[in-house]
């Protein structure tokens, strides 16, 4: 998966579709029989489950959303790491409940998950990864649109997020370097360098003059150039390693 839908709206969505599963299979598997447990309690214990699930996807969606923000890209090896954070508060919350006055299960931990958690890892990850895949093409990622306003009420500027390459200092005004249509464009806005990088924190400093959309990085042309699209900027000693 190099693709990733990071809005909270549409992993809600998911996460609904995972906790309805999470009753479904907690009511009809019933992978584990303590005591008396008639069919109250395990509409009590099935509703249980279905909640910890979706608060469990919600929690690690709220934190893929913000990781997504800062690296700017997803891959197979963040996606693994999202279904295990997924699975290790699932498996902490399922076993609270079962641990409760409710079920007073007698598994201890590690047995729990032997037992109970591995069984449901194993059925349920490939509807997990397909739910995840699918949200991309059944609900597409918005363009975003970046709005950058100056002193002047006539500087103003509306671009796609991804058409931003960087942005650099111009005594009272910055430049703004951006694509129009596989173009390279500019425009000059009466702000600050710093009110830039406060209003729009995606952005890296490279130099004292420069700011950078890391997505427009291409390569280092040498130990202190790098290349971006359509442009080729200095990087100053103090801000390389956070670059590098």
């Given at each position: 998966m190099n693709r990733l839908n990071p809005s909270i709206k549409h992993h809600t969505?998911?996460?609904?579709?995972?906790?309805?599963?999470?009753?479904?299979?907690a009511f009809f598997a019933r992978p584990f029989e303590h005591g008396d447990m008639d069919l109250r309690i395990w509409i009590?214990?099935?509703v249980g489950f279905g909640i910890v699930s979706?608060?469990?996807?919600g929690l690690v969606s709220l934190i893929q959303k913000i990781v997504y923000q800062k690296v700017q890209?997803?891959?197979t090896g963040l996606e693994i790491v999202h279904l295990v954070c997924f699975y290790l508060l699932y498996w902490v919350g399922t076993y609270f409940l079962y641990r409760s006055s409710l079920i007073n299960g007698n598994y201890e931990f590690f047995e729990f998950f032997i037992k109970i958690i591995l069984n449901i890892v194993?059925?349920?990850?490939?509807?997990?990864?397909?739910?995840?895949?699918?949200?991309?093409?059944l609900i597409p990622v918005k363009e975003e649109y970046l709005t950058i306003k100056g002193e002047n009420k006539l500087d103003?500027?509306?671009?796609?997020?991804?058409?931003?390459?960087?942005?650099?200092?111009?005594?009272?005004?910055?430049?703004?370097?951006?694509?129009e249509n596989n173009q390279l464009k500019t425009k000059l806005i009466r702000i600050s360098l710093k009110k830039i990088q406060y209003d729009f924190d995606f952005l890296v400093q490279i130099h004292r003059s420069h700011l950078i959309n890391p997505s427009h990085f291409k390569a280092w042309k040498n130990q202190n150039i790098i290349s971006l699209t359509h442009i080729e900027l200095p990087v100053s000693k103090n801000y390389k390693e956070r670059l590098l």
């Open positions: 969505l998911i996460g609904a579709l995972i906790s309805i599963w999470g009753f479904v299979f009590y214990v099935s979706f608060l469990s996807y890209k997803w891959n194993l059925i349920f990850t490939p509807i997990l990864i397909l739910a995840r895949r699918y949200v991309i093409k103003i500027l509306k671009i796609k997020k991804h058409d931003l390459i960087c942005v650099s200092n111009s005594q009272n005004y910055v430049e703004i370097f951006f694509t």
